[in-house]
C-alpha cells in the first residue's frame, strides 16, 4: 500500500503546487504519481494486492481497464490545467496587476508585480512583466535586466517572446546592432506567424538606426505587403529610407530615381492612412508641417518636382 500511498500523495501535491506553487512543477509531480499509480495497478494485476496476509485481491481485467483510464484522464486533465506552469494564486495578482496597467495605473501594477517577483522570482510570467512595467515608464536599462533573466527561464514555446522584448528594449537604449541581433534569436526560436508583422517593423526601424536602409527598406517593405497594422507607417518610413540614400547617391540619374521611388512611397502611405484621421494629421504634419514639425529626414526630396506634384495630389 506505499504505493498507492506514495502516488495519491504526489497527486494531491501537484494540486497544491498548481495553486501555491511550492515547487512550480505541478505537472512533472502529476506524472510521477501517474506512474506510480500505474505500476500499482500492473503489480495487482501479477502478484495481487495484498489486504491482509492472508489474502491477495487481484482486479479483473476491466476493472484495470476503467481504472487505467480514469488514471489517464486524470493525467490529461492535469497537462491541459498545468500547461501554464503559474501558480493560480499568482496569476490572480498578477491578472490585478495587468487590468491596474490596462488602466494606466503603472505605479499600482508596478506594486503587485513587485510583490509577486519577491515570491517567484524565478516566474518566466512574472520577469514578463516586470520587464514590461519598466519598459512603460522607460526604465529601459531594469526593462533589460529582467527580460535578459525571462530569457533564461522562458518555458519552450516562450522564449521568442522574452528574446524579441529583450531587442526591442536594446533599440530604446539607443544599441541597434544588439537589437538586430536579438530581434534575430526571436525569429529563430520561433515567432508565431501573426507575430511577424510587428517583428518586420521593429526589424526596419533598427537597421534604419544602423543606416542599413536597404535592410530596413526590405522590413517596412514587408510589412507594407501583409496590409495589416503599421501599413501606412510603414510606407512613409520607406520613403524616409529612400531619402537617405539619396544623401549618399552623387549620380543625378540615379538621384531621381530614388525620388521617385520615395514620392510613390508617400503616396501610398497617405492611401492606406486614408482611412484614419489620426494617421492623417500625422503624416500631415511629418510632409507641411512648420519647421520645427516636419519631417527632416524627407529633405533631400523638398524641392523637387515630383514632390509639387504629390503636395498638390494630397490637398486636393
Known sequence: MALAAGGTALACLAAVDKVYGLVQRPFLLAVLAYALLCFLLMWSMVRGIPMRPTRLLRPSAYAAFIVLSILTAG????WRVSADPTPLV?????DQGDLLLEKGDKDGAHELYRQAYRQFPQSFA???RMGAVNYQV???DKARKYYTRAVEVAPEGSRWRALNDLGQTFWKLGRPAEAVE??????????????????HYRQGWAYFDLHDYDAAIHHYQEVAAAGEKYRAASYYNIACAIAQKIRQSPAAGERKELTRQAVESLRLAWEAASDSPEEIRSLSTGLLGGPQERDPELQPLRGTPEWQVLLRDIAK
Not at 75 to 78: G, K, N
Not at 90 to 94: G, H, N, Q, T, V
Not at 187 to 194: L, M, S, T, Y
Open 75 to 78: 493525467l490529461v486533465f492535469a
Open 182 to 199: 536579438y530581434y534575430g534569436l526571436a525569429r529563430e526560436a520561433g515567432i508565431p506567424d501573426p507575430e511577424l508583422s510587428e517583428w
Open 138 to 140: 522607460s526604465d529601459f
Open 90 to 94: 499568482l496569476k490572480a495578482r498578477l
Open 126 to 128: 512574472v520577469l514578463m
